[in-house]
């Protein structure tokens, strides 16, 4: 495992935790235990090397195979890195960071599953007990701006009333624009202690031709995607007979803002197309007001979900897996029973069990006219 070049955060997690587990052995040479020690600290840089920022802190990515298989995804990826970094003896400021950053990702309640929230929960037991239980409860943290001392924070936990002391406010009043800030933190807090910093202010858009608006709206859609490539249109349905007076619909594409009337019919159809092999994901394709569907699965014999499911407001299809570089297509047909312009939000996709794998379709605008 040591000579292997083909390592990433996942596996070099484990193997940290491994040769910290081992060095405790006593049954293990002097000159053993050196080289354990060694490689335990080569690791672990190593570990620091795969890591990454965003504005929760620190984090690990996990593989694009990995996310919603057994390795799991970015925060359970970032749970294991934090064990190895405890077990592997790492007494920096970084743990505490991390252990921040994973408080950060928790929504409703818990991770995204159950074995990523045992995972966390493992890994900050693990931090509390390399820590010694609480941390600090009294310090003093002096904060630098561009080199320049802006602020300075002494608290007492134990005779602390309100939260508000631990904050400050300081004016960029009269400073030039700019996107980048250097915040530094100094003093005796201890490196349980971790803190954020919020710019506020106004942000200025540059329009840049008469697309600029589409465009940056494409961007914004294609920046949610990671992973699945979600496309759908829309079509207006025109039934026709046949010499022995048999039913045919014939779908004709709707441009973006082009109008139907009360009563029409419309196709429906999402694509999409995986960058890799996913299970167990949901579609869900929101309906615009004022409309009804007619029928759940416009082809009758083709039916890539497992389960579908129409609700008040969207239509909702599951799948056990896709397939990478697959196209696949679901269909449906609905009715605009009202008169208006509705807006008709971007179908979702995302695998069950790692939200992070998703995808998003471009929103639409409806015409509806009254007859």
């Known amino acids: 495992m040591m000579k292997s070049k083909d390592r990433n955060a996942y596996r070099s997690a484990f193997l940290a935790r491994a040769l910290a587990c081992m060095r405790?052995?006593?049954?293990?040479?002097?000159?053993?235990?050196?080289?354990?020690?060694?490689?335990?600290?080569?690791?672990?840089?190593?570990?620091?090397?795969?890591a990454k920022k965003d504005g929760r802190g620190f984090y690990w990515d996990s593989v694009s195979g990995g996310r919603w298989g057994w390795q799991?995804?970015?925060?359970?990826?970032?749970?294991h890195a934090l064990s190895a970094l405890v077990e592997s003896g790492d007494r920096t400021a970084v743990p505490g960071q991390i252990v921040s950053s994973l408080g950060k990702r928790f929504k409703g309640g818990s991770w995204n599953s159950t074995k990523e929230t045992a995972a966390v929960m493992l890994a900050l037991c693990s931090y509390l007990e390399a820590m010694g239980g609480a941390g600090s409860s009294k310090g003093q943290v002096v904060f630098g701006l561009d080199g320049k001392r802006i602020a300075d924070i002494a608290y007492d936990l134990e005779g602390m009333k309100t939260p508000d002391v631990l904050t400050r406010k300081v004016s960029l009043e009269g400073r030039a624009p700019r996107s980048l800030f250097?915040?530094?933190?100094?003093?005796?807090?201890?490196?349980?202690?971790?803190?954020?910093?919020?710019?506020?202010?106004?942000?200025?858009?540059?329009?840049?031709?008469?697309?600029?608006?589409?465009?940056?709206?494409?961007?914004s859609i294609a920046a949610l995607s990671n992973g699945i490539k979600v496309t759908r249109s829309f079509?207006?349905?025109t039934r026709v007979r046949d010499a022995h007076n048999k039913e045919y619909m014939v779908p004709q594409e709707l441009e973006e803002k082009t109008s139907i009337g009360v009563g029409d019919e419309l196709l429906v159809k999402v694509g999409f197309m995986a960058a890799d092999d996913f299970e167990y994901m949901v579609l869900e394709d929101y309906l615009p007001s004022g409309f009804e569907v007619t029928r759940d699965n416009a082809y009758d014999e083709y039916q890539p979900f497992v389960h579908i499911e129409r609700w008040d407001d969207r239509m909702v299809y599951f799948f056990t897996g896709l397939?990478?570089?697959?196209?696949?297509?679901?269909?449906?047909?609905?009715r605009a029973e009202l008169p208006g312009s509705f807006m008709v939000k971007p179908s979702r996709m995302e695998c069950m069990y790692e939200p992070s794998i998703q995808g998003w379709s471009m929103p639409s605008i409806i015409e509806v006219k009254k007859k």
């Not at 052995?25 to 795969?50: G, H, L, P, R, W």
């Not at 570089?325 to 609905?334: D, H, N, Q, R, T």
């Open 182 to 219: 250097s915040i530094t933190a100094d003093g005796d807090a201890g490196p349980d202690l971790s803190f954020d910093v919020t710019i506020s202010g106004i942000l200025y858009f540059k329009e840049k031709g008469i697309s600029a608006g589409a465009r940056s709206r494409e961007r």
């Open 323 to 334: 397939k990478k570089g697959k196209v696949y297509e679901v269909a449906y047909i609905m």
């Open 24 to 50: 405790s052995n006593q049954k293990i040479s002097e000159e053993m235990k050196k080289e354990v020690n060694d490689a335990v600290t080569k690791i672990s840089a190593e570990i620091m090397s795969f």
């Open 72 to 79: 799991g995804g970015d925060t359970e990826m970032t749970a």
């Open 235 to 237: 079509a207006e349905i």
